[in-house]
């Protein structure tokens, strides 16, 4: 927490008091001086205070960003979201995490940015991503696990989100779309990218990648996206408060990943599979080297996705695009 984190979590919890600056200054064991620049540096950050005679400031209203010290109000994690590296722009997420995990980022660590100026998504493909109208994240986690279960986390992450999409919406349904996408009303709202950072027989970091469209309108996306993309702001029909949904996901992230590091896959592909729009489905599957087409019929317990082919073969696609057939 740095100072100005302090002074913004007394004006969060004041519920609309006024707080005098000679207060502030003397619980927090600073000048005068130096709490008066940190309200200033707070209105440039959009933050609007009311200055209220003989009693000190009022906070009035709180920019829609998701910056750690509003964060923290909300979280009740033990681990996740409880360091948070925050950015106005960055060229993508991804990369400011790798470098955190080279110099030793805990468990649990959240990168996040208000854009990305180079966001991706798999095979380097571009990951639209609108200032401050989407949630662009990565979580840092250092999970006990073997370099060959990193794949499973895409469909923990999956599960976690749309278990917490569930209990902070009502108006939709989302639905996972194996392996990586979380669709509304079959558009994408949602994006899922694993990496691993690993040594031969223990991962050393995971780096879990998650943009989520939340308060875009339909043309705040570019053309080629408004067809296939969708908004949680558009499907539930009203503006979403970001930073409230950041820790409900980091909640259930985290409560999801020790789930599946001490227990296994069980529970998770339960709900994966409750909550699936592909299995069951007829699919056609591009893999890098081939097309596979035929019914979904469930996922391993390491994650691959079995299809059934019209010849009653049945065939493990480790990695590849879904389209759902008619
Ligand atoms: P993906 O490869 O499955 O999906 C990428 C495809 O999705 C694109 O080719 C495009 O067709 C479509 N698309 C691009 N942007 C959007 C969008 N905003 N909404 C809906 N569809 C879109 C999915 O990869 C994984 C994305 C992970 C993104 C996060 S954001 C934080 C982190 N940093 C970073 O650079 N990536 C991850």
Not at 8 to 24: H, M, N, Y
Not at 33 to 61: D, N, P
Not at 168 to 180: Q, Y
Request: no cysteine; hydrophobic share 40%; net charge negative.
């Amino acid at each position: 927490f740095t100072m100005k984190d302090e002074i913004l979590k007394r004006f969060l919890t004041a519920e609309g008091e006024p707080i005098s600056g000679q207060v502030l200054a003397d619980e927090l064991n600073v000048s005068r001086t130096a709490i008066w620049k940190h309200m200033q540096t707070l209105k440039q950050e959009g933050y609007e205070f009311e200055t209220v005679k003989k009693r000190g400031y009022k906070l009035l209203s709180v920019p829609d960003k998701v910056d750690m010290g509003q964060l923290q109000q909300f979280l009740t994690t033990e681990r996740y979201g409880r360091q948070v590296h925050y950015y106005e722009t960055v060229e993508s997420t991804q990369l400011v995490a790798h470098e955190l995990i080279r110099a030793g980022a805990p468990d649990g660590t959240v990168v996040i940015a208000e854009h990305q100026t180079a966001g991706r998504g798999r095979m380097m493909r571009e990951w639209e991503s609108t200032e401050g109208q989407g949630i662009w994240m990565t979580v840092i986690i250092r999970p006990d696990v073997a370099p060959h279960q990193a794949p499973q986390f895409t469909l923990v992450t999956a599960v976690a989100i749309v278990e917490a999409m569930k209990s902070s919406f009502k108006n939709f349904t989302p639905e996972i779309k194996w392996p990586n996408d979380i669709l509304i009303n079959g558009k994408k709202t949602t994006g899922i990218l694993t990496e691993m950072v690993a040594e031969a027989d223990r991962i050393q970091a995971l780096l879990i990648g998650i943009g989520i469209n939340v308060n875009q309108k339909i043309d705040d996306f570019p053309e080629q996206l408004q067809t296939i993309a969708t908004s949680i702001a558009i499907e539930e029909g009203e503006p979403v408060e970001r930073v409230h949904f950041v820790a409900n996901v980091l909640e259930s992230l985290e409560k999801y990943s020790d789930e599946y590091v001490k227990n296994g896959f069980g529970q998770i592909k339960q709900l994966w599979e409750q909550s699936s729009g592909t299995i069951g489905k007829r699919v056609k599957a591009t893999t890098l080297r081939e097309v596979v087409e035929g019914e979904a019929v469930s996922i391993t317990e390491s994650g691959v996705l079995e299809i059934r082919q019209a010849n009653g073969e049945i065939k493990g696609i480790y990695s590849a695009d879904i389209e759902l057939l008619p």
